[in-house]
Nanobody, 122 residues
């Protein structure tokens, strides 16, 4: 059973930094794109950043220049380095991955982590 486990959230003052991690495990043949989303109460889940298997990245305009997504393919892990945090970055951050299972018929599915809370105080 594929699982995504996030860690690294917490409380930080404005201007501070946090690093989120997302570790994928369980019956994985390969991981295509990995991504981070965030969601605040009553609002839709928004895309923050994506990274392909080859390392190509893409960011939401609101985090460009402040956040950096990376991945370690050997560890099936993605990271989100968040610098110069602002109160408006406060949200639950979710990891997402497009994964090929390691058993026939080698299905390609999208998986979500459980979310990790990031709170930025002013």
């Amino acid at each position: 059973q594929v699982q995504l486990v996030e860690s690294g959230g917490g409380l930080v003052q404005a201007g501070g930094s946090l690093r989120l991690s997302c570790a994928a495990s369980g019956g994985i043949r390969s991981i295509y794109a990995m991504a981070w989303y965030r969601q605040t109460p009553g609002k839709q889940r928004d895309l923050v950043a994506t990274i392909t298997e080859a390392g190509t990245t893409n960011y939401a305009d609101s985090v460009k220049g402040r956040f950096t997504i990376s991945r370690d393919n050997a560890k099936n892990t993605a990271y989100l380095q968040m610098n110069s945090l602002k109160p408006e970055d406060t949200a639950v951050y979710y990891c997402n991955a497009l994964i090929v299972r390691d058993t026939p018929p080698y299905n390609l599915n999208t998986y979500w982590g459980q979310g990790t809370q990031v709170t930025v105080s002013s």
